[in-house]
T-cell receptor, first 112, second 111 residues
Framework: NAGVTQTPKFQVLKTGQSMTLQCAQD?????MSWYRQDPGMGLRLIHY???????DQGEVPNGYNVSRSTTEDFPLRLLSAAPSQTSVYFC???????????FGPGTRLTVT | SQQGEEDPQALSIQEGENATMNCSYK?????LQWYRQNSGRGLVHLIL?????REKHSGRLRVTLDTSKKSSSLLITASRAADTASYFC???????????FGKGNQVVVIP
């Protein structure tokens, strides 16, 4: 199993540009989440999903959209990038009824 | 807002020594987890302790939980250079395993 995969690994955007961060898992996990990690801030939850077609906001959802059309994929969209969105983004998945979250390797995003 | 806070933030020890780090949280919990993050990598789950447990062991890891003080500690015994990483505690702050992470402890083990 590949586990949780994320693409791209690195991305530089200009302010106002849009992009989609990809996340996929092959463990048939129902729960998937997006976190951002900033220096000295730990990880903060952006959006999460408890299954295909079901998404909800986390702690810091502004400026991000998500959708979950399949169990495997959970893309994160930045509609109009801002410098404040410069961060490392992690996708994670977890089986229903389980606690251990599996994290992807992260996407390092810089917005100039 | 952060649910967890770890103290101390940075720790440098010699190989073979024990490393202890602490975490505090603000709300009632069902469980508390610890994760490790090696530089430039994603997080890896280490251990979970439930709210009705006071201590749990896994290999060289020992976790304690004091729900009256809303705090937890992680002890790594006989540390190795490979233990060099950041360690985060996380609580299921909002249900459905939506985790709130602390700010992390950076541990450097000197060979």
């Amino acid at each position: 199993n590949a586990g949780v995969t994320q693409t791209p690994k690195f991305q530089v955007l200009k302010t106002g540009q849009s992009m989609t961060l990809q996340c996929a898992q092959d463990m048939n996990h129902e729960y998937m989440s997006w976190y951002r990690q900033d220096p000295g801030m730990g990880l903060r939850l952006i959006h999460y999903s408890v299954g295909a077609g079901i998404t909800d906001q986390g702690e810091v959802p502004n400026g991000y959209n998500v959708s979950r059309s399949t169990t495997e994929d959970f893309p994160l969209r930045l509609l109009s990038a801002a410098p404040s969105q410069t961060s490392v983004y992690f996708c994670a998945s977890c089986g229903r009824g389980a606690y251990e979250q599996y994290f992807g390797p992260g996407t390092r995003l810089t917005v100039t | 807002s952060q649910q967890g806070e770890e103290d101390p933030q940075a720790l440098s020890i010699q190989e073979g020594e024990n490393a202890t780090m602490n975490c505090s949280y603000k709300t009632s919990i069902n469980n508390l987890q610890w994760y490790r993050q090696n530089s430039g990598r994603g997080l890896v789950h280490l251990i979970l302790i439930r709210s009705n447990e006071r201590e749990k062991h896994s290999g060289r890891l020992r976790v304690t939980l004091d729900t009256s003080k809303k705090s937890s500690s992680l002890l790594i015994t006989a540390s190795r250079a490979a233990d060099t990483a950041s360690y985060f505690c996380a609580t299921d702050a909002w249900g459905n395993n939506r985790l709130a992470f602390g700010k992390g402890n950076q541990v450097v083990v000197i060979p």
